[in-house]
């Protein structure tokens, strides 16, 4: 069915309004959640926040293995369940995390699709929520959707996905240098990005930082972690959760940032070629209806 001239106005239109609140969307997100703030105090808040977060390499550091936790089951279980046999990828987030958890959770599932390694039976995968106010219920969501997403099997007895106490957690965290801190503005936790692996004995063994893990470093800090062996660091280009601007003063969260201005772009893009399409037309039009009026 071909489309009305009217049609199509209406549709440019209402691609135009949903760029305009995107555009605000996108100014009050980087607004300090107490309204504007200041340059001076914006720097200062966004120091206070990274200088607390951070990814510390603390190679060779024995796990605390007798740490208790819920997995996704409720079952009370102790970090060396899952030590023993295998090496094991850690992953410490959490599971309502809007932004860089996810990325690493999804981004960690691809570089394993990739692998020709088997979760539960060449390695294990423990996940660790950084929030003690998570529940199982939660932690079960959450595995159900990376067993679904993870493509050769296993993931079910082999990616593990915990819950605990804070005093647990903050224990765990402090041990593989995982800094973290609960920001009550925003209600959500800054923290850095990256895995880490660990030997089967429960050793650090290598840290992989980022949000990108090419397949071919995971084998290989697999490979070295199951004969024991302890890696050298590397180079610790941390991402963050905050950002911040000093153009406008304000900080923000830099994953949705990022979506929000490609958001935008997208619909101003669609917005400029359905215009241009209707400009077109109408001069199409405009000779004919001027002829048709000489006729008459």
């Known amino acids: 069915m071909t489309m009305t001239y009217r049609n199509r106005l209406w549709l440019w239109n209402g691609l135009l309004g949903v760029s305009l609140t995107l555009a605000g969307a996108s100014a009050q997100l980087y607004r ?25 390499q603390k190679l060779g550091t024995q796990i605390p293995l007798e740490l208790t936790f819920k997995d996704e089951t409720g079952k009370t279980v102790k970090l060396g369940d899952y030590f023993g046999k295998r090496p094991v990828i850690l992953v410490m987030a959490y599971y309502e995390c809007p932004m860089l958890c ?21 390695f294990e995968v423990v996940t660790v929520s950084i929030s003690p106010t998570e529940t199982p219920e939660l932690a079960a969501k959450k ?14 007895q082999g990616w593990h996905f915990l819950v605990g106490e804070e005093t647990n957690i903050k224990k765990l965290a402090d041990t593989v240098g995982f800094k973290y801190v609960y920001d009550p503005k925003t209600k959500q936790y800054a923290h ?30 697999l490979a070295e972690s199951s004969q024991g062996k302890i890696g050298n660091p ?25 979506i929000q201005l490609a958001g935008i772009i997208t619909v101003l893009s669609l917005a400029l070629l359905i215009g241009g399409a209707l400009l077109l037309e109408r001069r199409r039009k405009q000779p004919t209806d001027n002829t048709n009026e000489v006729n008459n």
Do not use: H
């Open 32 to 56: 300090g959640p107490g309204g504007e703030i200041g340059e001076a105090a914006a720097k200062q808040e966004y120091e206070n926040i990274t200088s607390q977060i951070g990814i510390e």
């Open 102 to 122: 996810t990325v690493v959770l999804n981004e960690l599932t691809r570089a394993l699709n990739a692998l020709d390694l088997q979760i539960g039976k060449d």
């Open 143 to 156: 595995k159900a959707n990376y067993a679904k997403e993870y493509r050769k099997g296993g993931a079910e």
């Open 192 to 221: 850095g990005a990256g895995i880490m692996i660990a030997t089967p004995d429960g050793k650090l063994s290598r840290y992989l930082m980022g949000v990108e893990f090419s397949s071919r470093d995971l084998k290989f800090a």
């Open 234 to 258: 590397v180079l610790s280009a941390v991402m963050y959760c905050f950002q911040y601007d000093p153009s406008t003063g304000r900080y923000g969260l830099v994953i949705l940032r990022v």
